[in-house]
């Protein structure tokens, strides 16, 4: 067959697609939509590496530290620079403190001017939170004049939290522990260094993508198909004029094209249109600018060419089996039994790329991205060629019941084939879900694990700045609204002068406060106890002895250059206490002195640390902590404790699935509420005809659902079921122990049960206009 052939009977197609009047319009136009809505997730995915490495640059570009480098003397050039992060609610609040030493000190990115002392530029979502209801805690906290906005160079995201704020004084500032530097320009060249990945990290990114991407591919191929029970009636027609049955196809294959290449233009409108509304939106904590989302323009091109030719090429391989005459289409009659034996083969080939991998884990190099890619493709393919067989070998053995069921079972056991297509999508993102469910889980341990902190004990510690009256500020916290308990503990290394390389800690506080270090016999201020039961009580016991006399280092090994040394003789009543563990975990050795005992020169040379319990009763009791704080010492923030700690890259790429399934979701709900208003479209006059002759109404509507909840129920089952062989195989892969995460897999069953009982619901009204009467006029 010549190219020439092949063209003219695609372009007669085509002309059918939009030369059909309004009926060919109609079709084809929705199939565009259902193509359009997948091109637009595509052309996303396909924009998401050029957003990943803007994002990259703009943080490398305004990154104002310098680790592993000298310090800068202060020039006219120079810029003090001071971290003021904080947190608002969940919400993380970027904010540095600014200073310039000079004319020529650097501007950040996205900042005309340098704010006065007292004034801040601030991102746009940042300026938008501060002048609504909401943000008046955090208005609390920053306590200064806007003086302007940061530009969208200086922001990573278009929702992101930034200030920067004028600061005076911020030299002495870093002598103590707030973290900042002084520094003659912004960026680190090192920022985008980072070690390498592990090989499970890598696989699970590798499964997000294909577990993201599939359920996109088939409802594409699924919505070429769009209208194929008229189409076939016009195939015919084709046939009694003339037309040969390959060219007959090709025609098809041209109305595919047609509707393939105006879902193309919809889809980049579609794209477009998302990608302005990006900059208002935020998922899971994750913004961009619109700026961001610019496709390769070789992934562009590649969907460009590839939808058109899988539309052909699905056409083309559907009416294969179909036999079109003059008088009509075999179809009709009661089709073939479907074959089993090939759709076996399809899983079982993407076991077979699965196993050589199985048993590598992270200790035998990376995973073949190739093989993990096919793999999890024909696995997840199988879905799509084993739902149709399922479909149709149950709804075949199906009894009799209601009038509603026997209509839904009589169209399911004449359609089955259209009904299977209808739900692929939905069980493809369910089986790829559920296994990325059980590999995340069943990796879970590896990433992420139970921190340190005893948040039972208390919820957020900060510490004292050098110099400062640690009483006064610890009363600040104790008059804090939501603040139950403030254990204050006050920390210093004394040594014998003899060797100054055997030291003793000694911890100052209350009695209330000791007791959360040691169990104490009874305790008065005055007392003084020796710590026993901790790891490093060998190396300390003997300066814990009646009479033993400690120092403070030597001046030239402190800050406080000019002071010399204050001693403190260990006194003769000192008692012993069994140590236990403090809310961080650390499990303190040593002397533990009250205020009474201790001589004021002495306590001047400690460290403070408070621990905050919180009454979480309260509300923004956190936020409330964070104002104090911020009156304090907008430098230092306090710490907020969690119960888990996970590593940041596992944890970026579970952010990244939820947005990605959010994604999908949204596009699978749009595409099931496409297909089934065409099938209902197409059922028009048997729907009004049936209404004709005395069904009623909600019979109709019962028989629609029955025909929905029976392929879905079906889908999911066997989505379910190769959810978990897969996730089996992926986690074997990993050198992990094989276990099904049954909380996981009733959930993501659940949440697509739950999409397609809203698609259902939404269709329902068109459904009760198609049945009005004058559904059987026809012209």
Same mark, same amino acid.
């Given at each position: ?110 900042? #005309? ?336 694990? #139970? ?156 460290? #403070? ?25 907008? #430098? ?144």
């Amino acid at each position: 067959m010549s190219v020439g052939q092949w063209s003219r009977d695609l372009a007669m197609g085509a002309r059918f697609a939009l030369a059909g009047g309004r009926e060919g319009w109609t079709r084809s136009l929705l199939t565009a939509v259902g193509v359009g809505l997948g091109v637009a997730l595509l052309l996303l995915t396909a924009a998401i590496p050029s957003a990943l490495a803007e994002r990259d640059r703009r943080e490398e570009a305004r990154s104002d530290h310098t680790f592993g480098q000298q310090e800068i003397p202060k020039a006219d050039d120079t810029l003090v620079v001071v971290d003021a992060d904080t947190t608002f609610r969940d919400l993380d609040v970027r904010g540095r403190l600014v200073e310039p030493e000079g004319p020529r000190a650097p501007l950040p990115p996205g900042v #005309a001017e340098f704010p006065a002392a007292g004034e801040m530029v601030v991102s746009p979502a940042l300026k938008e939170l501060l002048a609504s209801d909401d943000g008046k805690l955090l208005r609390d906290r920053l306590d200064y004049r806007i003086a302007g906005t940061i530009g969208e160079q200086g922001l990573v995201g278009s929702q992101e939290l930034a200030y920067f704020a004028g600061g005076k004084g911020l030299e002495k500032v870093l002598e103590g522990p707030a973290s900042g530097a002084r520094i003659d320009s912004f960026g680190n060249d090192d920022l985008g260094s980072s070690d390498a990945w592990d090989p499970v990290l890598l696989l699970l990114v590798l499964v997000v993508f294909v577990v993201l991407l599939m359920p996109v591919a088939v409802f594409i191929a699924a919505a070429v198909r769009f209208g194929g029970e008229r189409r076939d009636r016009r195939l015919a027609a084709l046939r009694l004029v003339g037309s040969d049955s390959r060219m007959t196809r090709r025609i098809a294959a041209g109305e595919a094209l047609a509707g393939s290449v105006l879902g193309l233009v919809l889809g980049t409108g579609f794209f477009l249109l998302g990608r302005e509304l990006a900059a208002s939106a935020e998922v899971f904590h994750v913004s961009v600018f619109p700026s961001y989302l610019n496709p390769s323009p070789v992934l562009a091109v590649l969907v460009a060419l590839a939808v058109p030719a899988a539309a052909v090429l699905v056409t083309i391989l559907a009416l294969r089996g179909v036999v079109i005459e003059p008088l009509g289409v075999v179809r009709t009659a009661k089709p073939a039994r479907r074959r089993l034996w090939w759709r076996l083969l399809l899983p079982l080939g993407g076991i077979a790329l699965l196993y050589p991998m199985i048993g590598q884990g992270n200790d035998d190099g990376t995973f073949n991205q190739y093989l993990v890619v096919g793999g999890v493709l024909l696995l997840l393919v199988g879905v799509t060629a084993l739902l149709p067989w399922v479909v149709e070998t149950v709804v075949a053995r199906l009894g009799s019941g209601g009038v509603a069921w026997q209509l839904a079972v009589r169209r399911l056991q004449l359609s089955s084939g259209a009904a299977a297509r209808m739900v692929n999508g939905i069980a493809v993102a369910v089986a790829g879900a559920i296994a990325l469910q059980m590999l995340f889980a069943g990796v879970e341990g590896n990433y992420t694990r #139970a921190s340190e902190y005893d948040v039972s004990r208390a919820q957020m510690s900060v510490d004292v700045p050098d110099g400062a009256d640690a009483s006064a500020i610890i009363g600040k916290y104790r008059d804090t609204e939501g603040v139950r308990k403030v254990t204050a503990l006050s920390d210093v290394y004394l040594f014998d002068r003899g060797t100054e390389d055997s030291s003793v800690q000694i911890t100052l506080a209350d009695c209330a406060s000791l007791r959360e270090v040691a169990t104490l016999p009874s305790c008065r201020d005055g007392d003084v106890f020796a710590a026993k039961g901790s790891e490093y009580d060998s190396e300390s016991d003997h300066l814990t002895k009646p009479g033993t006399t400690l120092w403070t280092p030597e001046p030239e090994d402190t800050a406080r250059s000019g002071e010399r040394p204050v001693s403190w003789t260990v006194p003769q009543d000192i008692r012993q206490a069994q140590s236990r563990q403090d809310p961080t975990g650390y499990e303190r050795g040593g002397i533990l002195v009250t205020p009474g005992a201790l001589p004021e020169k002495l306590a001047a040379f400690t460290s #403070a640390r408070l621990f905050l319990s919180l009454d979480l009763s309260v509300p923004d009791a956190y936020d409330r902590v964070r104002n104090t704080a911020a009156r304090l010492d907008p #430098a230092v923030q306090p710490m907020t404790w969690h119960s888990i700690e996970s590593n940041d890259r596992y944890a970026t790429i579970r952010t990244g699935l939820s947005v990605g399934s959010a994604c999908v979701l949204a596009l699978i709900g749009a595409s099931l509420l496409v297909s089934q208003l065409e099938q209902l479209r197409e059922r028009r006059k048997l729907l009004s005809s049936l209404v004709a002759f005395g069904t009623r109404r909600r019979t109709l509507g019962l028989s629609v659902l029955w025909q929905t909840a029976i392929p879905i129920g079906l889908g999911l089952l066997l989505a379910a079921t190769v959810g978990i062989a897969l996730g089996a195989v992926l986690l074997r892969m990993t050198d992990t122990a094989v276990r099904v995460d049954w909380p996981s897999v009733l959930s993501m069953t659940g949440i697509g049960a739950g999409v397609v009982l809203v698609v259902t619901l939404l269709s329902l009204p068109p459904l009760l206009r198609l049945m009005r009467p004058d559904g059987l006029r026809t012209e």
